[in-house]
């Protein structure tokens, strides 16, 4: 591992805290996915994106949970499906787990 990326490069990095107010299956993904609405507060809005989370999460246990995502990157075509902001997880195979905050926090919060 090298330690190349500065401070300055991190920052430029936004993380945010949003809550999921929508989950619906993505069919047309090639993995099986979910497509996500996360409302990230006043400031950033709502944003859409699809997350391969099945195997550890259903529908119902997403609504209204917290989440830790990207919202800076470029929007991405995903099949039929614009994904608007990444929402981070840590990754062992196939499980992919949620980063989410300890407890709950205003959504919007900065990730530093």
């Given at each position: 591992m090298t330690n190349d990326l500065?401070?300055?490069?991190?920052?430029?990095?936004?993380?945010?805290?949003?809550?999921?107010?929508?989950?619906?299956?993505?069919?047309?993904?090639?993995?099986?996915?979910?497509?996500?609405?996360?409302d990230?507060?006043?400031?950033?809005?709502?944003?859409?994106?699809?997350?391969?989370?099945t195997l550890l999460y259903s529908k119902e246990e997403l609504v209204g949970?917290?989440?830790?995502?990207?919202?800076n990157f470029p929007k991405k075509q995903i099949a039929n499906f614009m994904s608007e902001c990444l929402v981070l997880g840590a990754v062992e195979g196939k499980n992919v787990t949620l980063l989410q905050p300890g407890k709950e926090v205003q959504n919007g919060l900065r990730i530093l």
């Open positions: 500065s401070w300055s490069d991190f920052e430029k990095v936004e993380m945010r805290v949003g809550t999921i107010i929508e989950v619906n299956d993505f069919p047309e993904a090639r993995n099986p996915s979910y497509q996500l609405l996360i990230f507060g006043s400031d950033t809005g709502q944003r859409k994106t699809s997350a391969q989370i949970k917290q989440v830790v995502a990207v919202v």
